[in-house]
């Protein structure tokens, strides 16, 4: 289990072309062919998509302990990601997991 939180933090019409195909985005095939989620619903939008990301290992304070069922400080791993499409930021999003 992670924890999550994202946002779409773009404002215009840059979001509205954007679909999340919820069917084929995370099959096998299409992670294998870097076409899951984001880079392909981006793609397929006629968006020239990308995506920045981050992992860092941190203690994990009250809030994602208590929704991963882990005591507070245990280690936990981070993931940071911006999602850009034609260069401009559509979505942040982190994700924590527990370390072990």
Same mark, same amino acid.
């Given at each position: 289990?992670?924890?999550? &939180?994202?946002?779409?933090?773009?404002?215009?019409?840059?979001?509205?072309?954007?679909?999340?195909?919820?069917?084929?985005?995370? &099959?096998?095939?299409?992670?294998?062919?870097?076409?899951?989620?984001?880079?392909?619903?981006?793609?397929?939008?006629?968006?020239?998509?990308?995506?920045?990301?981050?992992?860092?290992?941190?203690?994990?304070?009250?809030?994602?302990?208590?929704?991963?069922?882990?005591?507070?400080?245990?280690?936990? &791993?981070?993931?940071?990601?911006?999602?850009?499409?034609?260069?401009?930021?559509?979505?942040?999003?982190?994700?924590?997991?527990?370390?072990?």
């Amino acid at each position: 289990m992670a924890e999550r &939180t994202s946002g779409n933090h773009g404002h215009d019409a840059v979001d509205d072309r954007i679909r999340r195909n919820a069917r084929s985005r995370l &099959t096998r095939e299409a992670r294998e062919g870097n076409r899951g989620a984001f880079l392909a619903d981006a793609a397929a939008g006629g968006f020239r998509p990308s995506a920045a990301v981050e992992v860092r290992f941190e203690p994990a304070d009250a809030r994602p302990a208590g929704r991963l069922a882990i005591a507070e400080g245990a280690e936990v &791993t981070v993931r940071d990601r911006v999602l850009r499409a034609d260069g401009r930021v559509v979505q942040l999003s982190v994700s924590r997991l527990p370390a072990s």
